[in-house]
């Protein structure tokens, strides 16, 4: 592990993604008890009161909004939803579309084509139409959103596992656990697993990403998280018409979205590179 992160290191920008990353995971673990103030707290006149360093009076270092809520309090309150959101619709569709992908993969008979049917039923419906559509049915909720999103996403993974398992079922070691009748299962689970974890987790890093960047377009649209759960896009939203006069009540959440998912995607690059074989004896 230490030689493996000596090696992540070696890269100045994954040095930065990952150093941004953990920033917003800390906020996301532990930004409600250190907070200045309540990132639901109304006081109006305090109302689009602009950053500390534009003169703000107090310590409101990025400003208030039109309902003098701090921006600086609720950017790190809701760093949470935007985490939760982007790791748990991950984990979702991670264990729906590895299971999916194993299976079509090994078997790829009637119930592997059956899948991959779905999967490309799926694929040919337009992913941010179909969580629109289905947001709309079910209404604002975290947990739904994170169900959404986590619905309807396992077919990348399904897709490139279903990929390799084509490749290693017809590898020794494969057919010779055949051969000594393990259980398919067995197989499944303790040889195919873990040789294509490699591009599991490399797919989910770059997914968080796209996760997060869904979560905040649902919120703008009003469909995503609750309207007094303080979220990205609910805060963007809100600033919008007031970005002529008080341009940091949009853009900075703007901005917090922007380093968070340039973050996420450079740690995702970079696992891409020292995990796969081919770039990692390329870089070799």
């Known amino acids: 592990m230490s030689a493996f992160l000596k090696r992540y290191l070696t890269s100045h920008l994954a040095a930065f993604g990952l150093a941004v990353l953990l920033v917003a995971l800390f906020a996301a673990l532990f930004g409600p008890w250190f907070v200045p103030y309540d990132p639901s707290a109304q006081d109006i006149l305090q109302r689009l009161k602009p950053p500390l360093w534009q003169g703000s009076e107090g310590i409101h270092l990025f400003g208030t909004d039109a309902l003098g809520r701090d921006i600086f309090s609720r950017i790190v309150v809701g760093a949470r939803v935007s985490m939760l959101v982007g790791v748990s619709s991950v984990v ?7 299971t999916f992908g194993l299976i079509a993969g090994y078997e790829d008979k009637y119930a592997g084509r059956v899948l991959m049917m779905l999967t490309d039923i799926q694929l040919a419906i337009p992913f941010l139409v179909l969580a629109l559509a289905v947001a709309a049915v079910v209404g604002p909720s975290l947990w ?4 959404i999103l986590g619905l309807t996403n396992w077919v990348q993974y399904a897709r490139v ?5 084509l490749v290693l079922r017809e590898r ?3 057919q010779a656990a055949y051969m000594m009748g393990i259980s398919s299962p067995h197989i499944l689970t303790r040889h195919l697993l873990p040789n294509v974890m490699s591009s599991v987790i490399v797919i989910s890093s770059l997914l968080v990403a796209k996760m997060i960047l869904f979560e905040s377009s649902l919120s703008f ?3 995503g998280v609750p309207p007094e759960t303080p979220t990205w896009g609910t805060m963007i939203s809100e600033g919008r018409n007031y970005i002529g006069n008080a341009w940091w009540v949009a853009t900075i959440p703007g901005f917090a ?4 998912v340039v973050g996420t995607n450079l740690v995702g690059d970079r696992l891409r590179d020292l995990l796969d074989p081919r770039l990692r ?3 070799g």
């Open 92 to 98: 979702i569709s991670g264990a729906v579309g590895v």
């Open 161 to 165: 596992v279903r990929a390799e398992c």
């Open 144 to 147: 739904n959103i994170i169900a």
């Open 221 to 223: 649209l009003g469909l």
């Open 281 to 283: 004896q390329m870089e």
């Open 172 to 174: 020794e070691f494969i």
């Open 257 to 260: 979205i922007f380093f968070t």
